[in-house]
């Protein structure tokens, strides 16, 4: 995943891998090796940073939206990348925003002591048996947001947890689908001020 920073005067791209052991940046084909691998260090307070030239950045400066600042640009019809969308999550928390999605009931089956609910669409649905639900995002494996891979959502009340399905979409067609769907998908900021120790915002 992409992350920005300040290094300068110049706001620089560095991508971070999955493994967390180095940040790689893109120098330009006109060197013999384009990519400049940086290996992550930790320093005497267990802040992860890295090393590029003679700067120190901690990595968690990274250049970052407030939530309001994301679900005003998604309102307005701006770009929003997956990875800006998931460095806002990191920041500032899973539960720093929520979405609401227009979705069906469950149809419900008991089988003995269990219970099972199945989610299902036909043609003949109509506008009436949708209902706008606010769902939270959870943390789940390969459902973080440090992953840029999938979100995993749930119901926030727990009441609606066995009557509303649960939601995982791939982050890009997440991104994709409340930009494009305004009339099914809503997205909310729960979070107004700028974190705290945070020094540095997008321009």
Not at 68 to 96: A, H, P, T
Not at 192 to 198: L, M, T, W
């Amino acid at each position: 995943m992409y992350f920005k920073y300040n290094v300068g005067n110049e706001v620089k791209d560095f991508f971070y891998h999955k493994l967390g052991t180095t940040m790689s940046y893109y120098r330009g084909e006109g060197f013999d090796e384009p990519w400049l691998e940086i290996p992550m260090q930790t320093d005497e307070n267990g802040n992860q940073i890295f090393i590029y030239g003679d700067t120190i950045i901690m990595f968690d400066d990274y250049l970052c939206y407030t939530p309001q600042e994301l679900v005003e640009k998604i309102q307005n019809g701006e770009s929003v990348r997956s990875e800006e969308f998931c460095q806002v999550l990191m920041r500032y928390g899973l539960d720093s925003i929520s979405i609401l999605e227009k979705v069906k009931k469950m149809d419900v089956f008991n089988f003995g002591g269990f219970c099972v609910g199945f989610e299902s669409h036909s043609s003949a649905d109509k506008d009436e048996d949708f209902d706008w639900v606010e769902y939270e995002f959870v943390s789940e494996y390969l459902c973080e947001p440090k992953d840029n891979y999938k979100f995993y959502l749930l119901p926030k009340d727990d009441t609606m947890k066995s009557i509303y399905p649960s939601r995982r979409y791939y982050t890009c067609d997440f991104v994709s689908l409340i930009a494009a769907r305004p009339d099914m998908f809503q997205v909310r900021a729960n979070v107004s001020e700028i974190a705290e120790g945070v020094r540095y915002q997008i321009p």
